[in-house]
T-cell receptor
Framework: EPEVTQTPSHQVTQMGQEVILRCVPISNHLYFYWYRQILGQKVEFLVSFYNNEISEKSEIFDDQFSVERPDGSNFTLKIRSTKLEDSAMYFCASSEVADGYTFGSGTRLTVV | AQSVTQLGSHVSVSEGALVLLRCNYSSSVPPYLFWYVQYPNQGLQLLLK??????LVKGINGFEAEFKKSETSFHLTKPSAHMSDAAEYFC?????????????FGTGTRLKVLA
């Protein structure tokens, strides 16, 4: 069964550093998403991406965040200057249409 | 605005007993509804989904959920709990007209299965 692949599975970074989280969505999917889950809390929408542009973003997704699809297969989330409160599990997902995403297994980001 | 409420952040059942995890939604347009399961230190796995076809939806691992529009509910059930069902369960709603298909998740219910 096709999978969404996320790398790395765990990343530790120092506060103020830039971090890039990588995702390879399912190849025929058109919609791409990033969600995050702070430890013990609910999963929160960050951003959706379609047709090479952001289609919707949440209030969490401020100027420190950016997304990119640099080639035909990768989808990245960049955090420019990490803060302690950015520590969370970040999930990438992709879908063809509305009726169900496939999520990746997540990247656990720890900011120290 | 869409929202999801999951009643009970923690639910404990005995092995072999009925599992009932509650989810109520609020949506101004017909929604799509989903249940996901998350095992410790793992990602989100789709259990089942409602996308305006049959109101009783069967999913993986013996789970099912019934969409009740009059009650704005989409409760998850399983007739007989197994130890392997211990996990966190998330209900999510996606409005069918948003164009972006973003999900709104509930706060999750942690299911504990007692031997």
């Amino acid at each position: 069964e096709p999978e969404v692949t996320q790398t790395p599975s765990h990343q530790v970074t120092q506060m103020g550093q830039e971090v890039i989280l990588r995702c390879v969505p399912i190849s025929n999917h058109l919609y791409f998403y990033w969600y995050r889950q702070i430890l013990g809390q609910k999963v929160e929408f960050l951003v959706s991406f379609y047709n090479n542009e952001i289609s919707e973003k949440s209030e969490i997704f401020d100027d420190q965040f950016s997304v990119e699809r640099p080639d035909g297969s990768n989808f990245t989330l960049k955090i420019r200057s990490t803060k302690l409160e950015d520590s969370a599990m970040y999930f990438c997902a992709s879908s063809e249409v509305a009726d169900g995403y496939t999520f990746g297994s997540g990247t656990r980001l720890t900011v120290v | 605005a869409q929202s999801v409420t999951q009643l009970g952040s923690h639910v404990s059942v005995s092995e072999g007993a009925l599992v009932l995890l509650r989810c109520n939604y609020s949506s101004s347009v017909p929604p799509y509804l989903f249940w996901y399961v998350q095992y410790p230190n793992q990602g989100l796995q789709l259990l089942l989904k409602y996308t305006s076809a049959a109101t009783l939806v069967k999913g993986i691992n013996g789970f099912e959920a019934e969409f009740k529009k009059s009650e704005t509910s989409f409760h998850l059930t399983k007739p007989s709990a197994h130890m392997s069902d211990a996990a966190e369960y998330f209900c999510a709603v996606s409005p069918t007209t948003s164009g972006t298909y973003k999900y709104i998740f509930g706060t999750g219910t942690r299911l504990k299965v007692l031997a």
